[in-house]
C-alpha cells in the first residue's frame, strides 16, 4: 500500500505534539486520529524529517513525514442487500448517489442499515481498505441527513489517486441549499463577518480555520486559533419571500471539512433550513413567506444535497462528472417557495 506523505509547514507545526499536528493536517479522507497516528508511530511506521518517529509527544516541526498506513484491519460490518442508486460503476471505482438518512459508515448507535453495509454487498469484498477497519472504500463523506453523490474506491490504488484529488482540490463538488436569509454583497452586517470576502459575481466566500466546539464534541465551529483551513463559496441562485428571506444557494468546496457548508454559513447568519444543529436563532419571517413559512418549519432535515461531483479517472485520467437532480423532499420545498419569489431587481 502506498505511503502517505504529509508536509508541514511552520505555522502547522508550531508547539504542537507530532500527532496533533498531523492529524490536523492530514485530508479527511485519510481518516487519521490521533489515536491512530499514536498507534502507528508506535509501530514505528512513521518517519519525520530527523528519521522514524517513536514517540508521539514529540514536538512538531516543519518538514516531510510519511506515514506507512500498514494493511487494513478487518472489519466487523456484516454485509446487507440494501439498495442502492448507482450512476456509474467499473473495476476501479463506484459512484453513489446516497439517499438523506443513510449513514455513510458503521459507527456506535448505528452499527448497520450504513453505505459501507451495502457497498459490502454490492461489491463482494472488492472495496479498498486504505479508510480503516470500518471505512472500506469510502474516500469522502457526506453528513447522514446530507443527500447526494460520492465515490467509493474498489482498490487502494484507485483510493490513494482519488484521495490525492480531494486533497489538491481538484476534485469538483457542488452542493445545492436552501437557507435563511440572502446573499447581499451591500449587506454590512455581511461583510463585517471574520473570514468573509466577496468575489466577482456576488460569490461569497467564506475562509476560516474550522475545529471542535469548545464545549459541544459533536459540533464544529469556526475557530479564531488553531484548526483545519477551510474555504467555501457560495452563489446565491434565487431568492424567496417578499422582502427576500431565503434562498437557493449553491456551494462549492475547496477544502472538506466536517460539517463545513452547515457551519460556514451559519458562521455568517445564513444558517440551512432544517439544520437542527447550526440552523442558528436568524430564520425567514412567516410573514416574508406566506403559506411556505410552515413547510419551512416543518423542513426535518438539514436542505443539503450534493448535487455536482467530477474527478479525473484514477485508471486512466479522462474527467468524469456527475450531477444529481434534488431529491422529492427538496424539490417539494424549493416549488412552495417559489411561489413567493423575491421579484429578480436586474
Same mark, same amino acid.
Given at each position: 500500500?502506498?505511503?502517505?506523505?504529509?508536509?508541514?509547514?511552520?505555522?502547522?507545526?508550531?508547539?504542537?505534539?507530532?500527532?496533533?499536528?498531523?492529524?490536523?493536517?492530514?485530508?479527511?479522507?485519510?481518516?487519521?486520529?490521533?489515536?491512530?497516528?499514536?498507534?502507528?508511530?508506535?509501530?514505528?511506521?512513521?518517519?519525520?524529517?530527523?528519521?522514524?518517529?517513536?514517540?508521539?509527544?514529540?514536538?512538531?516541526?516543519?518538514?516531510?513525514?510519511?506515514?506507512?498506513?500498514?494493511?487494513?484491519?478487518?472489519?466487523?460490518?456484516?454485509?446487507?442487500?440494501?439498495?442502492?442508486?448507482?450512476?456509474?460503476?467499473?473495476?476501479?471505482?463506484?459512484?453513489?448517489?446516497?439517499?438523506?438518512?443513510?449513514?455513510?459508515?458503521?459507527?456506535?448507535?448505528?452499527?448497520?442499515?450504513?453505505?459501507?453495509?451495502?457497498?459490502?454487498?454490492?461489491?463482494?469484498?472488492?472495496?479498498?481498505?486504505?479508510?480503516?477497519?470500518?471505512?472500506?472504500?469510502?474516500?469522502?463523506?457526506?453528513?447522514?441527513?446530507?443527500?447526494? %453523490? /460520492?465515490?467509493?474506491?474498489? @482498490? $487502494? +490504488?484507485?483510493? =490513494? #489517486?482519488?484521495?490525492?484529488?480531494?486533497?489538491? !482540490?481538484?476534485?469538483?463538488?457542488?452542493?445545492?441549499?436552501?437557507?435563511?436569509?440572502?446573499?447581499?454583497?451591500?449587506?454590512?452586517?455581511?461583510?463585517?463577518?471574520?473570514?468573509?470576502?466577496?468575489?466577482?459575481?456576488?460569490?461569497?466566500?467564506?475562509?476560516? %480555520? /474550522?475545529?471542535?466546539?469548545? @464545549? $459541544? +464534541?459533536?459540533? =464544529? #465551529?469556526?475557530?479564531?486559533?488553531?484548526?483545519? !483551513?477551510?474555504?467555501?463559496?457560495?452563489?446565491?441562485?434565487?431568492?424567496?419571500?417578499?422582502?427576500?428571506?431565503?434562498?437557493?444557494?449553491?456551494?462549492?468546496?475547496?477544502?472538506?471539512?466536517?460539517?463545513?457548508?452547515?457551519?460556514?454559513?451559519?458562521?455568517?447568519? /445564513?444558517?440551512?433550513?432544517?439544520?437542527?444543529?447550526?440552523?442558528? #436563532?436568524?430564520?425567514?419571517?412567516?410573514?416574508?413567506?406566506?403559506?411556505?413559512?410552515?413547510?419551512?418549519?416543518?423542513?426535518?432535515?438539514?436542505?443539503?444535497?450534493?448535487?455536482?461531483?467530477?474527478?479525473?479517472?484514477?485508471?486512466?485520467?479522462?474527467?468524469?462528472?456527475?450531477?444529481?437532480?434534488?431529491?422529492?423532499?427538496?424539490?417539494?420545498?424549493?416549488?412552495?417557495?417559489?411561489?413567493? #419569489?423575491?421579484?429578480?431587481?436586474?
Amino acid at each position: 500500500m502506498p505511503d502517505l506523505v504529509i508536509t508541514l509547514s511552520a505555522d502547522q507545526a508550531g508547539p504542537e505534539r507530532v500527532d496533533k499536528a498531523l492529524a490536523a493536517a492530514a485530508p479527511a479522507e485519510a481518516s487519521l486520529s490521533r489515536s491512530r497516528l499514536g498507534r502507528l508511530i508506535a509501530q514505528g511506521l512513521v518517519a519525520g524529517p530527523a528519521g522514524v518517529l517513536t514517540d508521539a509527544n514529540t514536538r512538531a516541526v516543519p518538514g516531510e513525514y510519511r506515514i506507512t498506513l500498514g494493511a487494513p484491519q478487518p472489519i466487523d460490518a456484516r454485509p446487507q442487500a440494501i439498495a442502492l442508486a448507482i450512476p456509474y460503476e467499473d473495476e476501479d471505482l463506484i459512484v453513489v448517489d446516497k439517499p438523506a438518512g443513510m449513514v455513510v459508515h458503521p459507527a456506535p448507535g448505528t452499527p448497520d442499515g450504513t453505505l459501507v453495509n451495502a457497498l459490502l454487498a454490492h461489491a463482494a469484498g472488492s472495496l479498498s481498505g486504505i479508510g480503516g477497519a470500518a471505512r472500506p472504500g469510502i474516500v469522502h463523506r457526506i453528513d447522514k441527513d446530507t443527500s447526494g %453523490l /460520492l465515490v467509493v474506491a474498489k @482498490t $487502494d +490504488r484507485a483510493h =490513494q #489517486a482519488l484521495a490525492r484529488q480531494f486533497a489538491d !482540490h481538484s476534485a469538483a463538488r457542488r452542493y445545492l441549499a436552501l437557507a435563511h436569509g440572502v446573499i447581499d454583497p451591500a449587506d454590512p452586517r455581511l461583510r463585517g463577518v471574520p473570514g468573509v470576502s466577496f468575489e466577482p459575481g456576488g460569490v461569497l466566500k467564506l475562509a476560516t %480555520l /474550522l475545529g471542535r466546539h469548545p @464545549t $459541544d +464534541r459533536q459540533r =464544529q #465551529a469556526v475557530s479564531l486559533g488553531r484548526g483545519r !483551513h477551510a474555504v467555501t463559496r457560495a452563489t446565491m441562485r434565487e431568492s424567496f419571500g417578499a422582502p427576500p428571506a431565503a434562498m437557493l444557494v449553491e456551494c462549492r468546496l475547496e477544502t472538506g471539512r466536517t460539517h463545513q457548508i452547515r457551519v460556514h454559513l451559519a458562521h455568517c447568519g /445564513l444558517g440551512l433550513i432544517g439544520d437542527p444543529v447550526y440552523g442558528g #436563532a436568524r430564520r425567514a419571517s412567516a410573514r416574508a413567506l406566506g403559506h411556505a413559512a410552515a413547510a419551512v418549519q416543518a423542513f426535518p432535515r438539514q436542505a443539503l444535497h450534493a448535487a455536482h461531483l467530477g474527478f479525473a479517472h484514477p485508471g486512466d485520467g479522462r474527467w468524469l462528472a456527475f450531477d444529481s437532480p434534488l431529491p422529492a423532499d427538496m424539490a417539494g420545498l424549493l416549488a412552495m417557495l417559489r411561489g413567493t #419569489a423575491a421579484p429578480d431587481p436586474r
